[in-house]
């Protein structure tokens, strides 16, 4: 008795009562400052003393400099508990070195070739005019682009009907994939299962779109529906503020993995 | 353009900061390496140069992914549920007080 009466009182004053009360483990803070190395031509993280590993223990090494100090200013950038689910660069770093699912290359190039299939900006609205005439104004310079790019022919679909590709088109967008190494098709896979879309994800990597630009149009509909049923902000600013983080860390991935111009202009200045 | 680069560089460092309260950015080795990258295309600003417009890109794409992890952090923060609230807490929303509090 006296037990339920003390509980209650505790709830009564909600003095000691723990509402944000967590039901799963959380990781605090357990270094003070975040590093690289340079070893063996690559470059690792250090939290002080130790070095990052990833979820399967192999060490955390990347090949870009600016791409393990971004990962170390992820870890930084941490209050008091760790949250690695915020941690985008660190989460694709460690897909490609772990590679939980044994993918190769051809796995995933071929992944990305049937999506080509069902591209999101292929299927354009043919109930709603208003919106069909809102996709042909944002959607179709995208889809020229990458016509105009890759000596392409694509042709959008207004039905359920899953859009021609013509095998020239795939061999196309093919060959530019396996151009790519391991870790950027990595980084396609991730972009392109963000975006729904293959053509918007290759725009963004090839700079035509900026990552805020691609978020927009992957959600155009789900904009155009805003117009009208209103906005709000727990649902649709998270969604868009999310998806945004994804594609950024996505292209940056990319980016960092894809060229070496940061260290050819520092030998030639 | 210049001004775009510096805005960009300025807005960069805002993120920055604002992942870190307290503490000198002084000796952040990020920050370090973002001055030594301007300083060295501050050289080739000027030249017809592939690489000026990748930088500039680069360095946007990376703000946006700063400012757009913050924001979501911000509205998760204020609107995840917490579990039940307290007595106080849902006398408050409604407007009341409990019975001891002043009036």
């Known amino acids: ?269 | 353009m210049y001004t775009n680069t510096i805005k960009t560089l300025r807005q960069i460092i805002h993120e920055i900061r604002c992942t870190k309260p307290q503490g000198s950015l002084k000796d952040n080795s990020f920050i370090r390496y973002l001055f030594d990258q301007y300083r060295i295309f501050n050289t080739t600003d000027q030249q017809v140069c592939k690489a000026k417009d990748e930088v500039l890109f680069t360095a946007n794409a990376y703000l946006c992914y700063l400012r757009s992890s913050r924001m979501q952090q911000q509205i998760h923060d204020q609107y995840h549920g917490k579990g039940e609230r307290s007595v106080k807490e849902t006398a408050n929303i409604v407007g009341f007080k409990l019975p001891h509090d002043p009036k």
């Open chain 1, 1 to 269: 008795m006296a037990h339920v009466l003390k509980t209650l009182q505790m709830l009564y004053t909600g003095t000691t009562y723990n509402i944000s009360k967590r039901f799963y483990a959380v990781r605090k803070r357990f270094y003070r400052k975040t590093g690289i190395l340079f070893s063996d031509g690559k470059y690792e993280i250090t939290l002080d003393q130790r070095k990052l590993k990833t979820p399967k223990g192999n060490l955390f090494v990347v090949n870009s400099e600016p791409l393990a100090l971004a990962v170390a200013a992820e870890w930084d950038a941490q209050q008091d508990i760790i949250k690695q689910s915020n941690m985008h660069l660190n989460t694709l770093c460690n897909t490609a070195i772990d590679n939980p699912n044994n993918l190769t290359k051809y796995d995933m190039v071929n992944y990305i070739l049937n999506y080509l299939d069902t591209d999101l900006i292929l299927f354009q609205s043919h109930e709603n005019d208003e919106l069909y005439q809102l996709q042909v104004a944002e959607w179709d310079p995208i889809i020229q682009w990458f016509c105009d790019q890759f000596q392409a022919d694509l042709q959008k679909s207004r039905s359920m009907d899953s859009p021609v590709i013509s095998s020239e088109t795939k061999a196309v967008v093919y060959r530019q994939l396996m151009s790519y190494n391991l870790e950027c098709v990595h980084g396609y896979v991730y972009a392109i299962d963000t975006l729904k879309s293959v053509i918007l994800a290759m725009a963004c990597v090839e700079r035509f779109l900026t990552p805020e630009r691609a978020a927009l149009l992957s959600r155009l509909e789900e904009e155009f529906q805003l117009q009208k049923w209103g906005r709000v902000e727990w649902a649709h600013d998270l969604n868009q503020q999310d998806q945004q983080a994804r594609v950024s860390a996505t292209i940056l991935y990319i980016y960092f993995n894809s060229t070496s111009w940061l260290k050819n202009s520092k030998t030639t200045v």
